[in-house]
């Protein structure tokens, strides 16, 4: 018997160490309390251990709900921010402008930096990151990337197709590759149109394209161009066309050109930043405006100078470096005024200033060579600066001599 006592003993001793273990002190005043007044020793230690069971049991349901609540206020707000971040996304994807019966995103990705090793430095490394790039972008809501034949010799057109090819999001439909034709000097007739056209078609693996652009003027021969975009319209090859680098007369001219032939001009790319507000200054935001042909904001970010991520210390490699150098102690109180707007609205100055691009009307198109740069400049999209802040950034800039 003396073994069984030891192990009963020693078995209630520790239950009842496990149970003042797991007693809260606040489970132990209410012990005594139960016990009404009576000293919790006065009373068999099975009785008290079945007391502080309760206790136990009742502190633990009390924390339980607290860990509950806890983990639901979590989820909530969890949820909160889900939700709202899904409700900018929501409405950024349905945030479309029709160009030329095309609808595309406010915003755009330049993907001139996609296959260019002279002046982005891209090497076919990039390759994997850049496929992500487009996935994010697509699922952060932009439809639109523009590229060239110029670019990397072909190669950007290339990555476009295939990155689309590849894209596994239920917005594939959506998206909408727009490429460039180079007048070059050797090019004379609209036949060199349709040519580029198939052989850019062929790059990107496709039967067609949504839109499809001279890259710049070429005085004489544009009529012939127009012409040649109208065909590739017609042969179903593109869907819509536009222009870049026009002026406002050959803007008004391939206008009427192109309505001839029963096409929309969809259109003009021009340079336009808050670094260069030309186009606004000289009425071609205006005209366009005017004509229902969209204006397309390349360098939007001023090649990376209104980011704010370069200063006279750190400039970029390449032949950016040494214009950057000039003019970063210009662009400098613009990019601290980019900030002081943005660091309220939790926005960074790039995304500042593509919002003051789709703000005045205009569909920026960014570069981005990363995923980083490619969902910052998505964070453009789903808000407006107000009237305010645009004429605080329009002073910065005049300021500036920009
Ligand atoms: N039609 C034409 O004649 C013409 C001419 C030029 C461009 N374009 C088109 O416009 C597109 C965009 O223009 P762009 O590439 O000249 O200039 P951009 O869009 O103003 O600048 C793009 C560069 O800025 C940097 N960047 C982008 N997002 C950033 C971010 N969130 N944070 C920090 N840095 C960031 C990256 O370079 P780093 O990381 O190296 O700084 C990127 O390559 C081109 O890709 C092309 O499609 C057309």
Redesign the pocket.
Known sequence: MAPVRVILATGLAVASLSVDAFVSPRASTLVGRRAGCHAATSRPLHQRMRMADEDIVDAAEKATDGVAAAIKDGADSIGKAAMEGAKDVALAAKDRVSLGGVEVSPLGV????WGDTVF?GYSEAMDKELQEVFGNCVGGGVNLF???EV?GVGRSEYLCGKFRRDYKGIDKNGIVIAS?FAPLPWRLGRGSVVDACKASLDRMGAESMEIYQI??PFGALNSRYWDGLADCVDQGLVKAVGV??YGPEAVKDAHAALKARGVKLGSN?I?F?LANRKPETSGMLRLCEDLDVRVLA???????L??G??SKDFV?SGP?GRVFKKKLPAVAPLVDKLKEIGTPRDK?P?QVSLNWCITKGTIP??????I??AD??CGALGWRLSEEEMFALDAAASAAGL
């Open positions: 330049g993907a001139w930096s982005w523009d590229t060239a670019y460039n890259h710049w870049s680098n790319q340079q930043s390349y360098s939007p970010l001023a090649q990376g209104l980011t991520k370069y970029p950016r960074t790039a198109i960014p570069g981005a060579k990363n980083r740069q910052e400049n």
